[in-house]
């Protein structure tokens, strides 16, 4: 013990140092966020729990790190008890220095990609303990190749295909199915965006088809696990082996793994029919629906604000307009994000430009390039500065033809913000904006446009605009919240149909247009 203890205070030096020497931008892409050491070991005394007393451990981690997985073993496992241990690392820092580090142990780690590798042919020789915090890399930073090299593998393995919006650690988990000997015990530290998102869903047929899910622990996002990556994390648990028909799964939430705040068992049916997961276990932070079931979506059509993929290049202020000579016809009026209004009432001047401090311009053009270089040669020289950039090479501008034009939004009435933290004098998270500029936003808003029916009643009733922004400001931040999605440090997000599913059915029954026409329907019916 004494021996583990020391390596374990080398193992978080040269963590420390390795962390350091990379930039922000190579951890991303190999997601290299480390698990703290008391995380570890409350994940393997867990898994003490859960396995056979005197059961033979096959140990693998196939993202080891410097091994905070591998130390947590053997703190909290007996010498005796473990078999074997391996590892995979990709990273020749982390490897060599994690080979460094465990020289004198059992470990037979290797630095390479686990994801080339081929799994163990024998039963035998697979895990039977498979602990892992994969790297945590977004969809982007996956070429197509690879994607399509990883999808390949895992229909063959298990008929099941993988949105190619996952993230790599999607693909490991399915990868690490063919590792995994038959009963053996898997612990996955993974983002819990994959229990709300569609791109879960692979996740979700994998964790209720293919083995028995035993538990997922949500941490609370309040409570930030890692200093240096700010996502909402959850620790998966299953055994390898189909489900009993009326299998139930223990959902728990906050507090520790060992002594969570709050739990409860939902059937793995239940789980199919269910949309997002981090509604389990219940803990009162979503309001059942209320009213007639009218939704926000029945009275708006809402969007998110257009991603340019380089706002630096495409969004300008009124100055570097002038001082680029560009046309004003390729210029339309963008918000700047939520944190620059000091007002949520945006106000026109006579061209429709909002009367802001921080006033800004998307460009925008859907000519073709000849046509830019014989009219406009002003916006022909920004954009080939844009291309000496890359900018155009940028996956938003490759999707997009001309790669200088942009999605195309009507100036929302209202908008609502996308990604809040929690107010600390209110206690509110999303902002509702009045819009009466022709001002768009990006994607930092959602955007409202009144649907037909209360399009054609505020047409007759302009009055009605500024009573609906009240109600919609008066919408309790407790609703808003249980229909989005929550990241760690309590940062909330929401999506357009998350919005959308907000009760409206209040909004509904004050305006008196629509709640009438209502009413004649239901007679109808
Ligand atoms: C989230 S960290 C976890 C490290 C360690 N297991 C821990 O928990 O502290 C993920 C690790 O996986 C490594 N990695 C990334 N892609 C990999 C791949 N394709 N194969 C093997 N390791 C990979 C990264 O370099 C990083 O060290």
Redesign the pocket.
């Known amino acids: 013990m004494q021996h583990i203890e020391h390596i374990e205070s080398s193992r978080l030096k040269v963590q420390k140092h390795l962390d350091s020497s990379k930039t922000q931008l190579e951890r991303n892409k ?6 703290p050491g008391p995380l ?1 070991i409350q994940i393997l005394e867990f898994a003490r729990k859960l396995l056979p007393p005197n059961g033979k451990v096959r140990f693998l ?9 591998y130390a947590a073993l053997l703190k909290t496992f007996p010498r005796s008890q473990i078999k074997s241990a391996a590892g ?4 020749e820092d ?1 490897a060599a220095s994690a080979g460094e580090l465990w020289n004198d142990e059992m470990l037979q780690l290797k630095n ?4 080339e590798q081929p799994p163990p042919s024998s039963d035998a020789d697979r895990a039977s303990l498979l602990i ?6 977004r969809h982007h930073h996956l070429s197509n190749r690879d994607k399509n090299r990883l999808n390949v593998a895992i229909r063959q393995a298990l008929g099941i295909n993988l949105s190619g919006l996952s993230g ?1 650690y999607c693909y490991f988990i399915c990868l690490s199915h063919s590792w995994l000997s038959e009963k053996g015990l898997a612990a996955w ?1 993974i983002p819990s965006e994959f229990m709300d998102v569609n791109y879960g869903r692979g996740i979700k047929d994998y964790l209720l088809n293919h083995v028995t899910l035993l538990r997922i622990h949500r941490f609370d996002p309040a409570d930030v696990q890692f200093d240096d990556a700010l996502v909402s994390s959850a620790v998966v648990w299953f055994k390898k082996g189909q489900p009993v028909p009326d299998h139930a799964v223990e959902f728990t939430f906050g507090g520790s793994l060992l002594k969570s705040a709050a739990s409860s068992f939902v059937a793995v049916n239940v789980l199919r029919e269910a949309g997002k997961w981090t509604r389990f276990p219940q803990i009162g932070n979503h309001e059942e629906k209320t009213g007639d079931g009218i939704k926000l979506s029945d009275l708006f059509t809402i969007k998110r604000g257009i991603a340019t993929g380089a706002n630096k290049f495409f969004i300008l202020s009124p100055e570097r307009v002038a001082e680029l000579h560009l046309p004003k016809r390729f210029l339309i009026p963008i918000l700047p994000s939520a944190r620059y209004l000091t007002s949520d009432e945006i106000l026109a001047d006579a061209h429709g430009d909002p009367i802001i401090e921080r006033r800004q311009y998307l460009l925008s053009c859907r000519l073709l390039e000849a046509e830019v270089e014989s009219k406009y040669p002003t916006l022909w020289k920004y954009l080939e500065t844009g291309k000496r950039k890359g900018i155009n090479e940028k996956y938003l501008s490759r999707h997009r033809s001309p790669w200088y034009s942009q999605e195309e939004r009507e100036p929302p009435l209202f908008l609502c913000t996308y990604i809040n933290r929690k107010s600390k004098t209110n206690g509110k998270t999303f902002r509702f904006i009045l819009n009466h500029s022709k001002a768009i936003a990006a994607n930092v808003y959602l955007l409202l446009y009144p649907k037909k029916e209360l399009a054609a009643a505020i047409k007759k009733e302009p009055n009605l605009i500024q009573s609906l922004w009240e109600m919609l400001k008066s919408i309790k931040p407790e609703a808003l919240r249980g229909e989005g999605r929550v990241y760690g440090g309590e940062l909330y997000k929401m999506e357009p149909k998350e919005l959308g599913n907000v009760s409206a059915a209040e909004i509904h029954l004050k305006i008196p247009a629509l709640s009438a026409k209502a009413a004649v329907q239901r007679a109808l019916w």
């Not at 190999?30 to 698990?35: H, M, R, V, W």
């Open positions: 190999l997601g290299q966020f480390a698990t570890a981690d196939p993202a080891f790190g410097t091994g905070s997985f995979y690392e990709i990273d982390y390479a990609d686990f994801t892992c915090n994969p790297p945590y890399v790599l530290l």
